[in-house]
């Protein structure tokens, strides 16, 4: 009797296997062309020998964008921002076209087996080669947190406050996950704080990012009543929604698996935590879609809905006290305070305060600064 089952196992094993080896060797060439981060990759396409990637060097990007007009300068960066906003996976016909339009060359890896049209494969693909290039996102909702006299503490307060700010932000993930809400964070130091950012995009990602802010607040608080000595930190903090370029760091000779971020989401964070004060909320004016939502909407509105949200959470718990209101401070009017601000290089810019009124269980807790 023939074992047609033992059959079909082996012939999975054996392509899993091939696939593997197909994905290795891609990685393998590609480090050789990273050459330590001196080249990376804008986009590839699959070949029936391999693949085609438009490799160029890491400041080819920058001299590009140099341009002397205004409105030529202005099309060079909106055709670069579409060739690596997104998947860096383009058609054969694709990145012939964007080669042509950059005036570069295709570079050709030749692999022991074909990618195919197997979307799980060229998605593992993908992943790899874009490790090695640099990605930009037009809209994306992003944090920041600064801990107050961050200097002035001893290393290992230092270390310490690091560490309660890593737990808190922890802890709100795990509390959000239990309630089917799942917040796919990824973080950058600053040193004395962190940038954070959904990997996920779109109107949920984003509002779900202003309601995990909250909760990273209300965990902190709470900790820093129970705390002795400067082991919890007082931290401004910042939320905004904007573009930005995603980059992989180099690490020796291979890139880093983590990414870090940089654009005008991020210049306007650090700008308008520049002069906060110790314990204040400061909400970007930025407009963007609000899920099941018609039109576009700012901070105001953002934090209505994040907070009707926490509200609608069952059994949403901190410190093992039960979350029983969240209410945002407003005028009369019901607007938030509104904060002009001038950065260290005199430039103006607008933003949003936010306090919150929380109602815990066994504690009340004000939240943000005057």
């Known amino acids: ?3 047609k ?3 079909l196992r082996r012939r999975q094993g054996e392509s899993g296997s091939q696939r593997a080896r197909i994905l290795k060797q891609l990685e393998q060439s590609l480090r050789k062309h990273w050459r330590l981060g001196q080249n990376m990759v804008l ?3 699959p070949d029936p020998k391999g ?3 438009l490799m160029v060097p890491h400041y080819f990007l920058g001299n590009l964008t140099a341009g002397e007009g205004s409105g030529e300068l202005a099309e060079k960066e909106q055709f ?3 060739v690596i906003g997104g998947s860096c996976l383009k058609s054969h016909g694709e990145i012939f076209s964007i080669a042509r339009r950059l005036g570069v060359s295709t570079s050709f890896i030749k692999l022991d087996g074909v990618l195919g049209e197997d979307p799980e494969m060229l998605a593992a693909a993908d992943a790899i080669i874009s490790s090695y290039g640099i990605s930009y996102v037009s809209s994306r909702a992003v944090l920041l947190f600064d801990i107050a006299e961050f200097s002035l503490y001893t290393p290992f307060e230092q270390a310490s406050q690091l560490n309660s700010l890593s737990y808190s932000m922890n802890s709100a993930y ?3 996950q239990r309630q089917g809400v799942d917040v796919n964070f990824a973080r950058t130091t600053t040193g004395d704080g962190y940038y954070v950012w959904n990997r996920d995009q779109g109107a949920y990602p984003d509002l779900d990012m202003l309601s995990f802010l ?3 607040l209300i965990d902190n608080a709470v900790a820093r009543g129970q705390a002795s000595g400067n082991t919890v930190p007082v931290i401004r903090s910042a939320f905004h929604i904007g573009s930005h370029y995603e980059l992989f760091q180099a690490e020796g000779v291979n890139p880093s698996v983590l990414s870090y971020i940089v654009g005008d989401v991020t210049i306007a964070l650090a700008r308008m935590l520049e002069s906060g004060r110790a314990g204040q909320i400061i909400l970007g004016e930025f407009q963007a879609n609000l899920p099941n939502r018609e039109g576009v909407f700012g901070a105001q509105e953002f934090v209505a809905q994040a907070i009707a949200e926490l509200k609608e959470l069952n059994k949403l718990r901190i410190a093992g006290q039960s979350l029983t209101d969240i209410r945002a401070v407003t005028s009369q009017e019901g607007a938030l305070q509104t904060l002009s601000m001038v950065d260290k290089h005199g430039m103006a810019l607008e933003a949003l305060n ?5 109602e815990l269980s066994d504690e009340n807790l004000r939240l943000g600064v005057r």
Do not use: H, R
């Open 1 to 3: 009797m023939v074992d």
């Open 5 to 7: 089952s033992g059959q």
């Open 43 to 45: 986009c590839w396409a």
């Open 51 to 53: 693949v085609l990637t």
């Open 80 to 82: 670069v921002s579409a």
């Open 174 to 176: 795990s509390k959000l």
């Open 214 to 216: 909250l909760l990273i």
């Open 354 to 358: 936010l306090e919150l009124e929380i």
